[in-house]
C-alpha cells in the first residue's frame, strides 16, 4: 500500500506564497485519486482540492479557487499544492491522502506539515 510523506510547510506572510509536495512511494500513484486537505485548531478537517488519477480532472473548495493549484506527476510519485495569495485563514495543518477509486473515503494518509500564515 502507499505511503506519503507531505513537505513544504511553513511561516509565509498574507499573500505570500508556498508549494506543498507529497512524495508516494509503496504503490504506483496512477492507480490513486488524491487530494489535498487541512485542519485548523479547533476545527474540523476540510478538503482543500481533489485529483483524479489521471489528473484531468481537479477540484477546490470555495474559499481557496482562483488561488491555489492541485497537481500530480505520476512518473515521479508526486503530488502538489501551490498556494498563492495565501490568507491568514489558510493557517492549518495540510494532509494529502489516496483513494484506489475516484470517489468515496481516503484510505492512505501522510502525516501533514504545518503552514502558518502571518498578518
Known amino acids: 500500500q502507499v505511503q506519503l510523506v507531505e513537505s513544504g510547510g511553513g511561516l509565509v506572510q498574507t499573500g505570500g506564497s508556498l508549494r506543498l509536495s507529497c512524495a508516494a512511494s509503496?504503490?504506483?500513484?496512477?492507480?490513486?485519486?488524491m487530494g489535498w486537505f487541512r485542519q485548523a485548531p479547533g476545527k474540523e478537517r476540510e478538503t482543500v482540492a481533489v485529483i483524479t488519477r489521471s489528473g484531468g480532472s481537479a477540484y477546490y473548495a470555495d474559499s481557496v479557487k482562483g488561488r491555489f493549484t492541485i497537481s500530480r506527476d505520476n512518473a515521479k510519485s508526486t503530488l502538489s499544492l501551490q498556494m498563492n495569495s495565501l490568507k491568514p485563514e489558510d493557517t492549518a495543518a495540510y494532509y494529502c491522502?489516496?483513494?484506489?477509486?475516484?470517489?468515496?473515503?481516503?484510505?492512505?494518509w501522510g502525516q501533514g506539515t504545518q503552514v502558518t500564515v502571518s498578518s
Open positions: 509503496g504503490g504506483t500513484l496512477s492507480r490513486y485519486a
Open positions: 491522502a489516496a483513494r484506489l477509486t475516484e470517489v468515496g473515503r481516503y484510505d492512505f
